[in-house]
């Protein structure tokens, strides 16, 4: 992204939070609190966002003051006295880094020139001073001498700009350089005059050749090259032979003596083709090696003049003609064309390096090449008024002509004149700076010669001395970097320089007797008290690191109050001021710095300045840190039955103390991608604690707080169509919501700490959630009509609202507690101690939030409970009305059904489906102890089978309403027992007479033996009526003394009010046998009702006849319906016998409930008298 759209999105952010202000809702909510929550949740997000995009953006030079507007963030060096910024145009030193006089192009800005200053202004060099501070002590050398040879050599110029109008123009200009008088001047002129010229030689390098004309066979040829002067044609200079080919390359070097006037002299260049003395055999062998038809007439004519005469002559290729007048004192190199005679055919071209020079001792040329330099420098400087750090190596044409004048007079090489520069520039760079890019250029000629040279060599010797001249300003530089008058680009270019020369001379072997570094110079390098020799290396970190001392040492002084008693709030401010500016300097440093750094010496310099930082950063902040926390005053937090809220209106906590926490956190980042070491920074967050504490225990109050002003606003209205809950609820989870935010933002990096914190939010948080639920019930139980004093409870939707919002929350918090990261604490706890305390601390947090969420589902379901029983008496004054049999004409049934349809559709519409089924549930469960109680209230009263059939009609209608989507009562048992229930005690008593027996059958039929016996029949319906076979008896119980049964079966068809028509039947007696073999066969004509009635029933009775046959004993009975006859027809069927013992059934006990009627009361006396006989 780049920096635009990052301020187009933070615009956008800030538009829409002035497009999108706070509700009116929202603002009484945050009123009350001053929108605490906020503040630390996403307005503090917002804030650190946007400062952390600012410090990612590309920074400008650094501003000249400071946010207040009046504390300056940097000194400002002061410009030398005098100065101009810039140099007369006539002068030719103005210039860029792409024009051709070389000076740098960041030397252009004015105030450059001030930025490294830092000890030392510009000294003014008058006549006398020139003697000492310019010219090196020589006993054979002073200002006097070094002038006469100047003039020497101007009146004996050599190259091609020698005419008598420069000359002239020379000795005024050496004249004001040397400041000499004219009567002085003319002695020494004439004295100049009368010496003998000096001896011109002629340098010549032949560097190499291209193109030239193939003379062998072989498409080739073996050049070399012939040079003399035309002057002494017998004198003549070869170079080697460079066989087979025709781009040679030689690069040797030859010095021809001039004895006349240099000018008229004439160079003349020969390239020959070697011919090599062979014979004709030897010729003849190289035919293989002819190329094309050309080549082999070449070789043929060799061959012949070989055969014939045996001469092996040279033959010429080309050559070139060169006068010396052409030659330019500083030399050249220049390409040639080869030509033999009048022929205009291509012969190729030579590449020749001319210069010419005169005999001179070495010694003394240096020396006075170097006192030369020093004055046509110093009177550069005076008359050009040159600003510091400008001059870049570009002479005025008059000083460079004399400069170069003598180098070639004096027989100097490049290297020589190098170091003289070298040595010469340094000098004068003490006390007017020059151009880093002039010493970096020097550098690269005078290095490669100086690295192969001896220690202890004058050479050796002078450039260390220059060396130690010139660090201190590169050193300079690199302490200096943040001046805030030069642009960034003319820094960079300036470092870019420094570095170049800080790099070139580490390379180097410091000689042992050099001490490039003394401590009266660099009294800021740190030596530990050690004796240790220091190198470039450790003196670019001090250098780096005192430079961000002075700037730290400014920055804290500047961001200081000035105030006495400074307030929490006002340390604070300070330490994120001072963060930022640190910050900013880092920023600068990657941005503009780094990699210049790293290409050249391979040094991470924003690394040493972070580390560098963090041990005074951490100096500074810890001690303010740690006071501000421990003013804060702890807090009375409400236990969890939130008997009471204290009151903190006047307990506030600045965002201040986190705005420092997430400065730090940020910056301890930054510090860990750029050092490996570890940082004393690192560990800032446990100064942090006890303010965390703090506000944890301010929110939770706050939090409780605002809670409870939520739910007094809240009209207990869904918040829009598209959801079920209200304003409250949504207002909780906001709270919730920036708690998380801070959470986030705070990103603890400890983990047991991490812990111990986010699981007193989640504790926090639950207590919240459980609070909510009960303020909420209370709410909504004081809101409605409640069902006394003869009211009506009418159900509205604040009821239904209510138990959503309290379900809302209840089902967000896993979500929300997911969010807070506690997934990733315990696995980081399990990786810092062991898996079984992780799961111990997962298993706490678990059991808070389950009992969170089952105490929160208890008040749901208790105010769920709450709604149902107030529901409960209407539903049963309605159910009574309507089961009344003289009440036919009644509406209550219409009433009834207008109020549960009502009702119900409330609820349906309004709760969700989770809730709707809990409250069907809860309703049941009231309705089914209304009809609990209404039947047994109706049963003492005696009421009649037609009430509780009106009951039962009047329940199903209620069933089939209660039906609602695919949602139902679950409680299943309960609804199937009242309607069993209610069909009893509706039945007509015959009816309740046979539900009896059918009963006993189910029982009988439940029976796996028994201990009466069991008796075989077999029947079968026919269109007519029942054949009935009685077969067999078997182990029945004996009823004689003598262990046996007189037994015989009694027939009856049952209920007897339907076979009033038929009579019951016997069987023969069998005596004295408990195993009696009846077979006897009966056929009984049946109506066509009787027979297709699958509840009709046969009863066989087995009693034991007396000995008198007056009467009989009952032994047992058995039962079979003609349902089971019908699925076994022509089978034998074995019945298990049993006696009707008295039992609670249902049934039974319907009966015994009508002590009115007498054949119920007599049925039931005869059923206790067979069942206790």
């Known amino acids: 992204m780049d920096e635009e759209q990052m301020w187009k999105g933070f615009f956008f952010k800030l538009q829409e939070m002035k497009m999108n202000p706070p509700t009116e809702h929202e603002q009484k909510l945050q009123d009350g609190d001053d929108g605490f929550f906020e503040k630390f949740g996403s307005l503090l997000r917002q804030k650190s966002q946007i400062d952390e995009g600012v410090l990612k953006t590309s920074l400008a030079p650094l501003e000249e003051s400071s946010q207040d507007g009046d504390e300056e963030i940097y000194e400002k060096f002061s410009p030398l006295q005098g100065e101009k910024s810039q140099i007369d145009d006539s002068t030719g030193a103005e210039g860029s880094d792409t024009s051709p006089d070389g000076t ?96 011109v030689r002629l340098n010549v390098e032949i560097i190499k050749a291209e193109n030239l004309l193939s003379k062998d066979s072989n498409g080739l040829s073996d050049p070399f090259v012939t040079l ?220 490669p010669v100086i690295n192969c040279m001896q220690t202890d060599s004058e050479d050796v010797k002078t450039f ?64 530990n008290g050690t004796d240790e020799t220091c190198n470039i290396d450790t003196a670019i970190i001090d250098a780096i690191n005192t430079g961000a001392k002075e700037w730290l040492e400014h920055i804290v002084e500047g961001s200081r109050q000035t105030k006495t008693h400074e307030t929490d709030e006002e340390k604070l401010q300070y330490i994120i001021k001072l963060i930022q500016l640190v910050r900013s300097d880092l920023q600068r440093a990657m941005e503009y710095f780094d990699k210049l750094f790293y290409h050249k010496i391979q040094l991470n310099y924003s690394a040493i300045l972070y580390l560098f930082y963090d041990s005074k950063l951490a100096e500074i902040c810890k001690s303010i840190i740690i006071d501000v926390c ?54 800032f967050y446990p100064w942090f604690e006890r303010g965390v504490t703090h506000w944890l225990d301010i929110s939770i109050i706050k939090a409780l707080n605002r809670i409870q002003k939520a739910i007094d606003l809240d009209q207990l209205k869904a918040v829009d169509e598209t959801v079920k809950y209200s304003s409250s609820a949504v207002d909780t989870l906001s709270i919730f919501y920036q708690i998380k935010i801070f959470w986030q933002q705070l990103d603890w990096p400890e983990v047991e700490g991490s812990y111990t914190f986010v699981a007193k939010i989640i504790n926090d948080i639950c207590r919240c959630c459980i609070f909510y639920a009960q303020k909420m019930s209370n709410r909504v139980e004081n809101f409605a009509l409640i069902g006394d004093n003869n009211k009506m409870f009418v159900l509205s939707q604040e009821w239904c609202i209510a138990i959503n919002n309290m379900d809302y929350i209840r089902q967000s918090l896993p979500s929300f507690i997911k969010e807070l990261g506690t997934d990733d604490i315990i696995k980081r706890l399990g990786e810092y101690r062991t898996n079984l305390e992780a799961e111990r601390c997962a298993s706490t947090i678990t059991a808070v939030i389950e009992n969170a969420r089952d105490t929160e589902r208890n008040q749901i379901v208790e105010l769920i409970e709450i709604v149902a029983r107030k529901m409960a008496p209407p539903i049963k004054r ?53 009809m609990y109680d209404l039947i047994q209230s109706n049963l003492d009263k005696r009421r009649p089978p037609a009430f ?177 006859i019908e699925a076994a027809p022509g089978e034998q069927i074995m019945m298990n016998l049993s006696r009707p013992e008295y039992t609670d059934s249902d049934a039974l006990r319907a009966l015994e409930y009508r002590q009115g009627d007498k054949q119920a009361k007599d049925f039931v006396k005869k059923l206790k008298n067979r069942s206790f006989s």
Not at 499 to 514: A, G, H, M, S, T
Not at 973 to 987: G, N, P, T
């Open 104 to 199: 740098s192009q960041f030397s252009q800005d004015p105030d450059f020139s001030n930025t490294f200053d830092t000890e030392s202004e510009q000294a003014s060099i008058s006549e006398k001073d020139i003697s000492t501070k310019v010219l090196d002590a020589a006993p054979v050398m002073n200002v006097t001498d070094l002038y006469e040879e100047i003039l020497f050599e101007i009146y004996n110029n050599i190259g091609c700009e020698n005419n008598e109008e420069c000359t002239g123009t020379l000795v005024e200009f050496v004249q004001e350089a040397f400041k000499i008088s004219n009567s002085t001047h003319l002695e020494i002129s004439e004295a100049a005059r009368q010496k003998e010229p000096p001896n």
């Open 228 to 447: 003399y002067l035309e002057s002494n044609g017998s004198h003549r200079y070869n170079s080697s032979v460079k066989p087979a080919t025709l781009n040679p390359i030689w690069e040797e070097h030859f010095s021809l003596p001039i004895a006349d006037n240099a000018r008229d002299e004439v160079l003349i260049v020969e390239v020959w083709d070697f011919d090599a003395a062979e014979t004709v055999k030897e010729k003849v062998n190289k035919i293989l090696d002819v190329k094309g038809v050309k080549g082999l007439s070449k070789l043929m004519k060799e061959i012949a003049v070989t055969a014939s005469s045996g001469k092996h002559d040279n033959e010429l290729i080309g050559r070139a003609a060169i006068t010396l007048k052409s030659i330019p004192v500083s030399g050249l190199t220049v390409w040639y064309n080869l030509e033999k005679g009048g022929k205009t055919r291509s012969r190729g071209s030579l590449l020749v390096n001319l210069a010419l020079s005169a005999e001179k001792n070495k010694n003394v040329a240096v020396q006075e090449h170097k006192n030369l330099l020093k004055l046509l420098l110093m009177h550069e400087l005076e008359t050009s008024q040159v600003a510091n750090y400008w001059w870049s190596g570009k002479f005025s044409p008059n000083a460079e002509l004399i400069r170069s004048q003598h180098a070639a007079q004096s027989g100097l090489t490049p290297f020589d004149c190098a170091l003289s520069q070298w040595h010469a520039y340094s000098t004068i760079h003490e006390t007017h700076k020059l151009n880093f890019t002039l010493f970096n250029s020097i550098l690269d000629v005078v290095v």
């Open 464 to 527: 260390w001395d220059g060396v130690k001249r010139l660090l201190p300003s590169c050193f300079a530089v690199l302490r200096k970097l943040r001046a805030k008058n030069t642009s960034d680009k003319n820094i960079v270019r300036a470092l870019n320089e420094v570095l170049d020369i800080l790099k070139k001379i580490k390379d180097l072997e410091v000689p042992e007797n050099v001490d490039i570094f003394p401590k009266s110079v660099y009294g800021w390098i740190h030596t």
């Open 630 to 683: 421990n003013n804060i005053k702890r807090l009375d937090v409400p236990d969890d039955q939130f008997e009471y809220l204290p009151n903190i209106d006047n307990v506030n906590m600045g965002t201040s103390l986190f705005e420092v926490y997430l400065i730090l956190k940020r910056y301890v980042q930054l510090g860990e991608s750029l050092c490996s070491e570890p940082l004393e920074l690192a560990s």
């Open 878 to 930: 309605y159910l009574a009305e309507g089961a009344e049999v003289l009440a036919k004409d009644s509406n209550s049934m219409d009433q009834l059904m207008n109020y549960l349809e009502g009702s119900l559709t409330t609820l349906y519409e309004t709760l969700n489906e989770v809730n709707f089924g809990r409250i069907l549930d809860s309703i049941w469960s009231e309705l089914a102890i209304i």
């Open 948 to 1124: 509780f059939q009106n009951l039962n009609n009047t329940l199903q209608t209620m069933l089939d309403c209660f039906k609602m989507g695919n949602i139902e009562a679950s409680d299943v048992k309960i609804l199937s027992a009242i309607q069993s229930r209610l069909e009893l005690y509706s039945l007509e008593t015959a009816d309740l007479i046979h539900q009896y027996y059918m009963d006993r059958l189910e029982y009988q039929k439940n029976q796996t033996s028994s201990q009466y016996g069991q008796l075989t029949i077999m029947a079968n319906l026919t269109d007519s009526g029942l054949v009935l076979n009685i077969l067999n008896a078997r182990n029945l119980l004996a009823m004689d003394s003598n262990g046996t049964v007189d037994s015989f079966v009694k027939i009856t068809f049952l209920p007897t009010i339907r076979f009033n028509d038929v009579s019951p039947l016997k069987t023969n007696v069998h005596n004295k046998n408990c195993f009696p073999l009846y077979d006897q066969e009966f056929r009984i004509n049946l109506s066509e009702p009787q027979r297709t009635d699958k509840n009709s029933l046969i009863l066989f009775s087995i009693k034991d006849k007396d000995l008198f046959g007056m009467s009989s004993q009952y032994i047992a009975e058995s039962y079979i319906s003609f349902a089971d």
